[in-house]
């Protein structure tokens, strides 16, 4: 079977775009104050430091359970992290657009509370179609997502079979991850996201078990950025159930 030896995926660190949609949504403001494209918007120094510590992370791994090779999402908050993280481990970092984040559409910049108060109708027909059908005019449904992730996933196997890999991207592909190499329902990956924030620098990890299919280790795990907390992330505890 072609099959990854082992698969992870990082969260970009906090953003200021991350930052400025929580106070936004904090003041019940409608839209974001964000004036870069998505794919500009950069780390905030929080995220820099939450990278620096994914990459302090990494270099205690022993040689034979470090990544091989890494993959990046275009945009630059999870490029940066990829940087910050790798920096000094010789892993070799790509780019692929496949791992950028979800396009929202005409819903960008805006908050929830803005989406019910401009789109009224559109926030109508999310709630009828559910969130993993529904697609915002202009943007991509979490289906959308999903196929394309699932073209990368089989390239990956093919390019790097029985390699390890560590993916750096956003919160809609973790969940997506786990929707296709856990093979969930429609259902229990709504749930899983209900469960669940994606936390910044958050890390999520497989490993292909005797028959050579990856299985889950550990999900959403933090651990690695607070170690005097508690162990290293990726360990054998799985924090994740349906």
């Known amino acids: 079977m072609t099959e990854l030896a082992a698969l992870w995926i990082v969260r970009h660190g906090e953003s200021t775009g991350n930052v400025a949609a929580q106070r936004a949504r904090s003041s019940g403001a409608e839209e974001v104050a964000r004036t870069e494209r998505d794919a500009d918007v950069p780390l905030s120094p929080a995220g820099e430091e939450q990278a620096h510590a994914t990459g302090r992370w990494l270099r205690t791994l022993p040689p034979d359970r470090r990544p091989e090779v890494a993959v990046t999402s275009p945009y630059l908050r999870a490029r940066r992290t990829a940087e910050l993280a790798l920096a000094g481990t010789g892993v070799p970092l790509s780019r692929?657009?496949?791992l950028r984040d979800r396009d929202l559409g005409i819903f960008d910049r805006l908050t929830p509370h803005g989406v019910r108060v401009r789109h009224p109708e559109e926030h109508e027909r999310r709630n009828r179609l559910g969130k993993f059908y529904y697609r915002p005019p202009?943007?991509?449904a979490w289906t959308d997502v999903a196929l394309r992730l699932r073209g990368f996933l089989a390239d990956l196997?093919?390019?790097?079979t029985d390699r390890r890999v560590m993916l750096f991207g956003h919160d809609v592909l973790v969940f997506l991850l786990s929707y296709l190499l856990?093979?969930?329902t429609e259902e229990e990956l709504m749930a899983l996201g209900r469960r669940h924030v994606i936390a910044n620098c958050s890390i999520s990890s497989w490993s292909a078990d005797?028959?050579?299919h990856l299985r889950m280790n550990g999900f959403n795990e933090v651990s690695h950025l607070h170690p005097t907390r508690s162990g290293p992330a990726g360990g054998d505890q799985t924090h994740y159930g349906i």
């Open 210 to 212: 005797h028959s050579g």
């Open 157 to 160: 196997r093919h390019e790097h």
């Open 182 to 184: 856990d093979g969930l």
């Open 96 to 98: 692929d657009e496949r």
């Open 138 to 140: 202009g943007g991509e």
